[in-house]
């Protein structure tokens, strides 16, 4: 028999409606419309006048034969045009295609096959690497390319006598009645991975999941309405880690960024009163490690998201210096950035800077609106003891999970197998439930049968007052293996010798763990600050 | 041709969970298992505790036979019984009918026979008022009493012969491995209107509404994790507006009181240090109104939430001499409680306090995570014009809406016409967008062929410096159908005559809209302080 609570009580139009991070910047539009949504140079845009850019960006993409499911790709650092994408492709029913700017013409070109885009929006500075990437392409569908102008910027070196981006929105209705999604399981973004080795893998964000970690941030940060964003983070990383959704949720400033180098990024702070930025730790490193005279007059209390590597004792003593306020943040693209983060304790606070920044160095607990996170045992898929020492696998369940990959069931099952997200990364969980990486599965050294966690020798070469960056990879070694090759990047002016690296971490590591060799140099690193390790990978095996 | 974006994508374990406010407690007992969730008396409660006490809870109502959709009623105070009913009775799957203590037996008993209660847990308190109303049910189906002691309370006078609560849990599991909502849009909590005429009607709520609205409770107030809440607004008052579920998500303290006196809830926010609360305006009018020496050492920066009616100027400005920040926000039982918001702007703090009541007087705004409210003509179902001045009524629409009335789909259907709620109160809409209430549909004075809205003229009586609460409803006129009829309660100690309250309004009103009577005397109230106009109305047709 149907419970009376199932009976006669259907979802209908007044009491069901999909979510959708679409709403946050049509709420924001009507209570505050006048209040500043976008600075970039000298623009200031408002978020009525955003909402209404944004309506007719969708209107003009709809007038362009755009429609449900299609693919909008876009080729733009953190400018407005860029903000605008995220509220105006899916409120035309389309799938934001946030590419990497800083990848070569083939990748690129993949991208636009794969997704099947139908429009590409440009901005002036890789109009060139459009313009290669279009030769590249093996799909004959139509593409219809839009350039944007930016002063900030100057004119594009080249044109591919594409629609202007302000002709496009002009061609708009500022009143577009846009739909919110059918379901919110729809499409709302296309995120590829920075693929190490193959073809880049299509990441499919949901409505339903966009939402949840937009407001997730919120949540994780305490972060107040018209909080002062600053974009040090590429918008085509993940979304931005949904933050463009987040701050319109807000009802805060988008403060753009086309460029991230110390001076301006201390500039921008302190003019636009900036409240939160995020970044990889070579950012806040960046910061860190910038003159003293660049650090005058900065605001207290800036709140600062770390996530890609854990931050060293020096980052967070550094941060502390500047008077910034770290939080530790845990992801991948295909928990829609970070969904898990390193929760503080006021009574860590009492720590000395050691022991804060050992506990600060984990990956944490779930985001508030994600459903689990966990380390289980890959084979038996049980959750490994609560003891710090056992390894396992981070996996993540809930609604901060990618709806799959695109075109590639094998990998989507796969990612999904036994009903959890495998991330790939070793971890272990200590008694309080913290998560700690130990190691990319694919990073982890086996030396004379013992396991060596990059991670933890890569911790302790951070300790080093003279290292500013460093890798550890393993090295094909005929008697154990392999063995530990440690990359190191020195601080300016710093000066010491392999010797005094090995001696530094004798100091800390059992001695299997050693780096055998030590090599001096810049490290080289995906756009997004990741230290590429296959490419460290080849140099040890050469070496 | 199926998108490639709707192809081998759908929904799994990994990542699609129902949304729930009960994964709310699973987390921060998790992150926070040390930190206090509970308050009362000399009683500490931990989150950790907490959360082994929900699940013992429902452990125990499973072996008592409980299961998905059963009905378990409560009559309690705000107890901490209470926040644990508000997780450990849909952790069992089951729908918590939290009663209004301060009804009559013939209530109470109906409500228990229409909700179809399985199981009433009863405060010692209540017993008596229980054991009348068991006396009273129509139905004979078996219900289990459960009874709650409370050393702040005392042992109750009347004994039921009930299971005791503590042995409840006893019998449970604090381990006991509970399922979310199968479906989100499964029903959490069932809350009866305070119906002025006629049978109350059972308004169901769903889980993806009760935490819509609880994460909307976070946004509207920007509350930060670890407030403490004080607990004047009675939780059985649905569901304390969603907030056991906010404080939950916030990893908050729940500062506990069984009766809402100036003295009491000073010294909680002194002794707790108090950070947010909420309550129908006699509950702010009472600590506004309370004698200064009681109000000593506050801590500033409290934060208020008033709903029920408009806050006149004088108690604005009576929580702003105290240091309190108030927030204006408005729904109904089928709203879960307040779904709008007097979003404050930040250059309304330079206006007179007579702009700032009349600005901060409105219902305002959307909540954040619901869809729409909206002024229209009910005919039509067309917007009414945003001019200040059209009336029309209030409607919502999206995901903070109720499921519906049980066992009533005729009025279900009634209230989700043209698919919107229907809230009966009938308002304006202004340029900005925000709304403002001229009357409950039933509360508006017809005379002479004119409308007269009864809050107009209450408004206007609210400015009077003697006057502590008002009320004006339609008397019946021979010729000019009705008048309107003002009752006023004085302040203590004041003395007015009828005739220096009419010359009062005759300053601020038009001649057709001046009371004809004045009533003095103290005015009846509902259980939460909403002023009982369909007594006022009787008395008005008598006199």
New interface residues.
């Given amino acids: 028999m149907t419970?009376?609570?199932?009976?006669?009580?259907?979802?209908?139009?007044?009491?069901?409606?999909s979510?959708s991070p679409l709403?946050?910047i049509a709420?924001t539009a009507?209570?505050?419309p006048q209040r500043l949504a976008i600075v970039h140079g000298d623009l200031r845009q408002t978020w009525g006048q955003t909402y209404a850019r944004c309506r007719q960006l969708a209107s003009g993409l709809q007038r362009l034969g755009v429609g449900?499911?299609d693919t909008v790709a876009v080729l733009l650092p953190n400018t407005p045009p860029m903000v605008e994408a995220h509220f105006g492709v899916p409120m035309a029913g389309a799938?934001l295609n946030a590419m990497n700017t800083r990848l070569d013409p083939q990748a690129i070109a993949y991208m636009l096959d794969h997704g099947?885009a139908r429009v590409v929006i440009v901005d002036p500075e890789f109009t060139g690497l459009l313009a290669k990437a279009l030769t590249l392409r093996q799909s004959s569908a139509p593409l219809q390319v839009v350039e944007v102008q930016d002063a900030v910027y100057g004119p594009a070196s080249q044109s591919l006598g594409g629609m202007d981006y302000e002709a496009l929105l002009a061609s708009g209705d500022a009143q577009f009645d846009w739909a919110p999604p059918a379901d919110e399981?729809?499409?709302i973004a296309?995120n590829y991975t920075s693929g190490t080795t193959g073809n880049p893998k299509g990441v499919?964000y949901h409505h339903r999941?966009a939402a949840s970690n937009a407001?997730s941030n919120?949540?994780e940060w305490?972060m107040?309405?018209h909080a002062v964003y600053l974009w040090t983070l590429p918008m085509f990383h993940c979304n931005g880690w949904c933050f463009p959704w987040t701050v319109a949720?807000r009802a805060g400033v988008n403060v753009c960024l086309r460029r991230v180098d110390p001076q301006s990024v201390f500039d921008a702070i302190r003019q636009h009163g900036v409240t939160h930025y995020c970044g990889a730790p070579i950012v806040h490193g960046m910061l860190v490690n910038a003159p003293e005279a660049m650090k005058q007059g900065l605001p207290a209390g800036v709140k600062a998201m770390v996530a890609g590597a854990a931050p060293p004792a020096s980052m967070i003593e550094g941060m502390e210096r500047m008077g910034f306020d770290l939080t530790h943040v845990y992801g991948l693209t295909e928990t829609y950035g970070p969904a898990a983060v390193c929760?503080q304790?006021d009574d860590w606070a009492q720590l000395d800077i050691g022991e804060r920044a050992r506990l600060n160095a984990r990956q944490g607990?779930?985001f508030?609106l994600q459903?689990d996170v966990r380390v289980l045992d890959p084979e038996t898929m049980q959750p490994v003891p609560q003891d710090g020492e056992t390894m396992g696998e981070i996996m993540?369940?809930?609604?901060i999970?990618?709806?799959?990959y695109?075109?590639n069931?094998k990998a989507?099952d796969e990612?999904?197998a036994g009903?959890?997200?495998h991330s790939g990364d070793l971890a272990v969980q200590y008694p309080d439930?913290y998560i700690k990486i130990k190691d990319r599965s694919k990073d982890i050294i086996i030396s004379g049968g013992e396991n060596i966690s990059s991670i933890e020798v890569e911790d302790v070469l951070y300790r080093h007052p003279a290292v500013l960056a460093a890798a550890v990879v393993a090295k094909p070694d005929a008697k154990w293996g392999e063995t530990p090759c440690a990359f190191v990047e020195l601080k300016d002016g710093a000066s010491v010798t392999a010797e005094d690296i090995i001696a530094h971490c004798r100091q800390h590591l059992a001695g299997f763990k050693l780096p055998r060799a030590v090599v001096f140099g810049e490290l080289p690193k995906t756009s997004t600050g990741k230290i590429q390790k296959f490419e460290l990978r080849k140099l040890a095996a050469e070496s």
Same sequence: chains 1, 2.
């Avoid at 009376?4 to 009491?15: H, K």
């Avoid at 993540?396 to 609604?399: I, M, Q, T, Y």
């Fill in positions: 419970s009376i609570f199932d009976s006669n009580l259907p979802r209908n139009a007044a009491n069901f409606a979510i709403g946050f709420r009507e209570v505050y449900k499911n799938v099947e399981w729809d499409a296309l499919v999941g407001i919120v949540l305490d107040p309405k949720l929760a304790h607990v779930r508030h459903g993540f369940k809930g609604n999970a990618m709806k799959g695109l075109k069931p989507t990612a999904f009903g959890w997200f439930g």
